[in-house]
T-cell receptor
């Protein structure tokens, strides 16, 4: 069974304090790893897709990296507006079709001014 | 640019009632999905569709039904609502099987 585990569950940082969120996965065949941001009362908003180990993508203060077992979302000099829940999800070959994504439970990030 | 639109935003149902959550997308995506999100849990796939006339079960399909008569619309039907169906429901779509999945704003459903 495909599993996605995100850590920590919650993280509180001071503005400007850089850190990383972790997403570890156990899957039979990875087609892609996705990062989403979710604000309270909203749907998940797409951030990045990573397809192969060693791949990196950046957007503003966020940088996502991928290895064969885990992905990191690095947040550099965060601002209060970066506060949100960050979701990791994997798309795998195990379903043989468009089975959709398997999601982790998310990391709730709070950036204090 | 509407993207994925869900209605209603909020709904309270009594046990045993039925209702339909509406979902429409204007991106001409072939793939559409319904997820539910419970507090402290990851999003779970209920049903998905790879095109008009084709639907399939996801991880948690019991108590739900779907149809896909057009590319744009993918309604989710709840029959005989139960308290366990209290959740936030998200409709989503993607152009390709491995493409980015875009989500709607969610529908908050409470069954009492």
């Amino acid at each position: 069974e495909d599993q996605v585990t995100q850590s920590p569950e919650a993280l509180r940082l001071q503005e400007g304090e850089s850190s990383s969120l972790n997403c570890s996965y156990t899957v039979s065949g990875l087609r892609g790893l996705f990062w989403y941001r979710q604000d309270p009362g909203k749907g998940p908003e797409f951030l990045f897709t990573l397809y192969s180990a060693g791949e990196e993508k950046e957007k503003e203060r966020l940088k996502a990296t991928l290895t064969k077992k885990e992905s990191f979302l690095h947040i550099t000099a965060p601002k209060p507006e970066d506060s949100a829940t960050y979701l990791c999800a994997v798309l795998t070959y195990s379903g043989g079709g468009a089975d959709g994504l398997t999601f982790g439970k998310g990391t709730h990030l709070i950036i204090q001014p | 640019n509407a993207g994925v639109t869900q209605t209603p935003k909020f709904r309270i149902l009594k046990i045993g009632q039925s209702m339909t959550l509406q979902c429409t997308q204007d991106m001409n995506h072939n793939y559409m999905y319904w997820y539910r999100q419970d507090p402290g849990m990851g999003l779970k796939l209920i049903y998905y569709s790879v095109g008009a006339g084709i639907t399939d079960k996801g991880e948690v399909p019991n108590g739900y039904n779907v149809s896909r008569s057009t590319t744009e619309d993918f309604p989710l039907r709840l029959e005989l609502a139960a308290p366990s169906q209290t959740s936030v429901y998200f409709c989503a779509s993607s152009r390709l099987e491995e493409g980015t999945i875009y989500f709607g704003e969610g529908s908050w459903l409470t069954v009492v």
